[in-house]
């Protein structure tokens, strides 16, 4: 579950972390009254959107297609307008705004399609020393968390790994210990910080794990933090994910939670608890369990196929969720046939095929269906299937529902 800035920067500001002063506007004149309010003569406009490179993109609208094309290759210098604006009059906040909201943002994490603005945020300006980076992750090599900070502030971790690993400085966190300050003043130390810096820094880093445990973040990066003139540290911007298993008791963030950015389909399908993300082929998967949703996907692309998605009922999947499950993937334009994998433990094989026969039955087969059934109550599953006199294709093994999968697109 993805945050936009402004909602990232409230978290970071009940935990202790410093934010610079903004308001989030979803009209022009909202960003208007947002600069007067906030004050000054140097203000900045950000459009909202659950996607990095946000400086770097260009929009739609104010844009050539080759322009477009240089954001999504990820060129280091593309002209025309983005969605990070220095404004330093009333006028030129107005322009930004109205440049912004109800445009389609293209970066090179949207893709082609882009994301249409419905909010930004206007904040002041900034008096930037130097730029440093931070995040909190979970190192799943190390099996605990890290606190991952560098003095190449400002640019794109990944780009940092690969030209200059040694740039990166980590502190791994013992979870029955936590952060320990000592750490933080490390970490301030190897970055060559000192006095008033070393001591905000050390606070910072403090509040950013302070934040990422409150919130059940699943990545929390600060870029950059700046260091101001006066050895203030800032975080400038904020990037926070939240574990989407931890909703249940982040209830209040899920309430704010922006679903407008996301699929469609992914929605609906969160709706019904189900793990499902769409991906771009053309043979619909409906599977249970995460490893064997990953294997299905695997061999239909070894029979040269192309998976449309990763659908996952989960092990205890009721009928109606199998029947949400059919009627998603069904609805998708690009799926020219499914393939159902069940491999009955907890979820049974004969709760699987009612829930076929009935999205099937609701919805209509226009698809050619291929299902594969193994496990628990798989004859009596099988049976069902056989007797609902519909034209399902049975399969006896992952390789022959693949192939016969794949066969049939290519029979489309």
Same mark, same amino acid.
């Given at each position: 579950?993805?945050?936009?800035?402004?909602?990232?920067?409230?978290?970071?500001?009940?935990?202790?972390?410093?934010?610079?002063?903004?308001i989030a506007a979803t009209?022009?004149?909202?960003?208007?009254? @947002? =600069?007067?309010?906030?004050? #000054? +003569?140097?203000? $900045?406009? *950000?459009?909202?959107?659950?996607? %990095?490179?946000?400086? !770097?993109?260009?929009?739609?609208?104010?844009?050539?297609?080759?322009?477009?094309?240089?954001?999504?290759?990820?060129?280091?210098?593309?002209?025309?307008?983005?969605?990070?604006?220095?404004?330093?009059?009333?006028?030129?906040?107005?322009? @930004? =705004?109205?440049?912004?909201? #109800? +445009?389609?943002? $293209?970066? *090179?994490?949207?893709?082609?399609? %882009?994301?249409?603005? !419905?909010?930004?945020?206007?904040?002041?300006?900034?008096?930037?020393e130097s730029e440093i980076?931070?995040?909190?992750?979970?190192?799943?090599?190390?099996?605990?968390?890290?606190?991952?900070?560098?003095?190449?502030?400002?640019?794109?971790?990944?780009?940092?790994?690969?030209?200059?690993?040694?740039?990166?400085? *980590?502190?791994?966190?013992?979870?029955?210990?936590?952060?320990?300050?000592?750490?933080?003043?490390?970490?301030?130390?190897?970055?060559?910080?000192?006095?008033?810096?070393?001591?905000?820094?050390?606070?910072?880093?403090?509040?950013?794990?302070?934040?990422?445990?409150?919130?059940?973040?699943?990545?929390?990066?600060?870029?950059?933090?700046?260091?101001?003139?006066?050895?203030?540290?800032?975080?400038?911007?904020?990037?926070?994910?939240?574990?989407?298993?931890?909703?249940?008791?982040?209830?209040?963030?899920?309430?704010?939670?922006?679903?407008?950015?996301?699929?469609?389909?992914?929605?609906?399908?969160?709706?019904?608890?189900?793990?499902?993300?769409?991906?771009?082929?053309?043979?619909?998967?409906?599977?249970?369990?995460?490893?064997?949703?990953?294997?299905?996907?695997?061999?239909?692309?070894?029979?040269?196929?192309?998976?449309?998605?990763?659908?996952?009922?989960?092990?205890?999947?009721?009928?109606?969720?199998?029947?949400?499950?059919?009627?998603?993937?069904?609805?998708?334009?690009?799926?020219?046939?499914?393939?159902?994998?069940?491999?009955?433990?907890?979820?049974?094989?004969?709760?699987?095929?009612?829930?076929?026969?009935?999205?099937?039955?609701?919805?209509?087969?226009?698809?050619?269906?291929?299902?594969?059934?193994?496990?628990?109550?798989?004859?009596?599953?099988?049976?069902?299937?056989?007797?609902?006199?519909?034209?399902?294709?049975?399969?006896?093994?992952?390789?022959?529902?693949?192939?016969?999968?794949?066969?049939?697109?290519?029979?489309?």
């Amino acid at each position: 579950m993805k945050l936009h800035e402004y909602q990232a920067k409230d978290l970071l500001r009940a935990n202790g972390v410093k934010v610079p002063p903004g308001i989030a506007a979803t009209s022009t004149s909202e960003a208007v009254d @947002a =600069a007067k309010e906030l004050g #000054g +003569n140097f203000w $900045v406009v *950000k459009a909202q959107v659950h996607a %990095g490179g946000r400086g !770097k993109g260009r929009f739609k609208e104010v844009s050539s297609a080759d322009v477009l094309s240089a954001v999504l290759a990820g060129a280091a210098d593309v002209p025309g307008k983005g969605g990070v604006q220095l404004c330093r009059s009333i006028e030129d906040v107005e322009t @930004a =705004a109205a440049m912004m909201l #109800g +445009n389609t943002l $293209v970066t *090179k994490q949207t893709g082609t399609d %882009g994301v249409v603005v !419905k909010t930004v945020l206007v904040t002041t300006g900034a008096d930037i020393e130097s730029e440093i980076y931070a995040a909190v992750l979970l190192d799943r090599q190390e099996s605990k968390h890290v606190l991952m900070v560098s003095a190449e502030g400002g640019t794109e971790i990944e780009e940092v790994a690969e030209s200059n690993p040694d740039a990166i400085l *980590k502190a791994h966190i013992d979870p029955a210990v936590g952060l320990g300050d000592w750490q933080c003043r490390q970490l301030a130390f190897k970055l060559g910080l000192s006095g008033a810096a070393f001591k905000d820094a050390s606070r910072l880093f403090k509040g950013l794990y302070k934040t990422f445990l409150a919130a059940d973040c699943s990545m929390l990066e600060i870029n950059p933090v700046i260091i101001t003139s006066e050895g203030e540290v800032i975080a400038l911007d904020a990037k926070v994910d939240i574990d989407d298993n931890a909703t249940f008791r982040q209830k209040a963030l899920d309430e704010i939670h922006d679903s407008g950015e996301m699929d469609a389909s992914e929605v609906e399908a969160a709706s019904y608890n189900l793990n499902f993300i769409k991906l771009d082929g053309n043979i619909g998967c409906m599977v249970n369990g995460a490893g064997l949703a990953m294997d299905t996907m695997d061999i239909i692309k070894l029979y040269g196929g192309e998976p449309a998605n990763f659908l996952d009922v989960g092990g205890g999947a009721k009928v109606e969720q199998v029947k949400a499950a059919f009627k998603i993937i069904s609805a998708d334009p690009s799926v020219q046939a499914i393939m159902v994998n069940i491999f009955g433990g907890i979820m049974k094989c004969d709760v699987i095929a009612e829930g076929v026969i009935a999205a099937v039955k609701d919805v209509g087969l226009e698809l050619p269906l291929v299902v594969r059934l193994a496990g628990t109550n798989v004859e009596l599953g099988k049976k069902l299937l056989e007797e609902s006199g519909l034209p399902i294709l049975t399969a006896d093994s992952m390789a022959d529902a693949a192939e016969k999968a794949v066969g049939a697109t290519r029979e489309a």
